[in-house]
Every structure is written in structure tokens, then in C-alpha cells.
């Protein structure tokens, strides 16, 4: 079974979650960012080239242009490859663990894996705080939807479904 349904993320940008039951022991969400704008893009790619031209007037190398298309090509590039994410999933299986992927822009891929036998719990760690809080007995907490960052209903949404597999994989290690 598979549901979409539509968040906003802390900006109040566009979200879209996507949920597929495969079975009451496996569950992933995909939370989708909106694509890259080509009206952004396309702003960013003038401001360069404008001040680009600027300075080619004022100085008259033709260097400066080739200067500004090369920066904005490899800034581009850059941009998609190692900072514009348009996907994160989070896989869950109750008797493997927790698989965490986030699709670049550019197609790369970064999947972390968790050992079930290593989870604890699941927490919902959106706040507004100003002192440093360090949660005891806890040895490490792996953040999720890190670029999406997607308002509190959402998290909300991942986080029951996300108990309701580990209330079964609890219930299934207990049971002889």
C-alpha cells in the first residue's frame, strides 16, 4: 500500500511524503524536496555574468568572462553534486534495521545503514532550544530528513508508524 500526502517543511517550502506499507514489518518514507528552480538558477547566472561584464568594461580582458561562465558551470555542478538533495528515504525493517538514502540532485547517492540490534528508540528531536541539551544513556543519535527539514506533523506521521514497527519487532523477539 502506498500513500502520498503533502507537508511543509520549516520555510514553508513545498514537501511531499510518500509511505509504502510492504508489511506490518517493513515500512518506507520518502520525503521529496521541490526540484531546482530555473528561476533561481537562472537569477544566480545573471547576477554573475552581470558583474562579470562589469568588469570586463572597466578592464577590458576578455579573461573575466571566461572566468564567470567557468565559475558558474563549476559552481553549478557543485551545487547539484554536493549540496542540492531532492530525495531522503528512510527504510525501516524490523529484524535488519534502518536504512537512511539521500538522492543528490546530480543522481549521487548516500545510503547509512543501522543495525536494529543498535536502536534504541526513536525520538522526535524538533525544537526551539538555546542551551546545549545532552540526552543521557544515549551513545549516538543519527538525525533524519536533515535537508528537508519537514515541520513537526510530519515528523510526526514517520514517527508513529516508525513505533509501530518497533512495537512489532518487540513483540515478535518476546514471543517464543
Known amino acids: 500500500m502506498e500513500a502520498e500526502q503533502s507537508?511543509?517543511?520549516i520555510?514553508?517550502?513545498?514537501?511531499?511524503?510518500q509511505c509504502r506499507y510492504y508489511s506490518p514489518s517493513c515500512?518506507?518514507?520518502?520525503?521529496s524536496c521541490p526540484r531546482l528552480s530555473l528561476r533561481s538558477l537562472t537569477a544566480v547566472t545573471c547576477t554573475v555574468w552581470l558583474a562579470a561584464y562589469g568588469l570586463f568594461t572597466l578592464c577590458e580582458n576578455?579573461?573575466?568572462?571566461s572566468a564567470a561562465i567557468f565559475i558558474t558551470l563549476l559552481g553549478l555542478l557543485g551545487y547539484l553534486h554536493f549540496v542540492k538533495i531532492d530525495q531522503e528515504?528512510?527504510?525501516?525493517?524490523?529484524?535488519?534495521?534502518i536504512q537512511m538514502t539521500s538522492s543528490y540532485a546530480s543522481?549521487?547517492?548516500?545510503?547509512?545503514?543501522?543495525?536494529?540490534g543498535k536502536v534504541k528508540d526513536l525520538v522526535i528531536?524538533?525544537?526551539?532550544y538555546m542551551d546545549p541539551v545532552e540526552p543521557h544513556g544515549i551513545s549516538q543519535v543519527v538525525p533524519v530528513f536533515q535537508s528537508a527539514k519537514p515541520r513537526l506533523d510530519c515528523l510526526i506521521e514517520v514517527y508513529r508508524s516508525c513505533q509501530e514497527i518497533l512495537a512489532h519487532q518487540k513483540a515478535t523477539s518476546a514471543s517464543p
Do not use: P
Not at 520555510?11 to 511524503?17: E, F, H, K, N, P
Not at 528515504?89 to 534495521?97: A, C, E, N
Not at 543522481?107 to 536494529?116: R, V
Not at 528531536?125 to 526551539?128: G, M, R, S, Y
Open 107 to 116: 543522481g549521487k547517492e548516500s545510503t547509512t545503514f543501522i543495525e536494529m
Open 125 to 128: 528531536n524538533e525544537a526551539i
Open 89 to 97: 528515504t528512510l527504510l525501516i525493517i524490523d529484524s535488519l534495521g
Open 7 to 9: 507537508f511543509s517543511d
Open 62 to 65: 576578455s579573461m573575466i568572462l
Open 11 to 17: 520555510c514553508g517550502g513545498r514537501l511531499a511524503l
Open 27 to 31: 515500512r518506507e518514507f520518502c520525503v
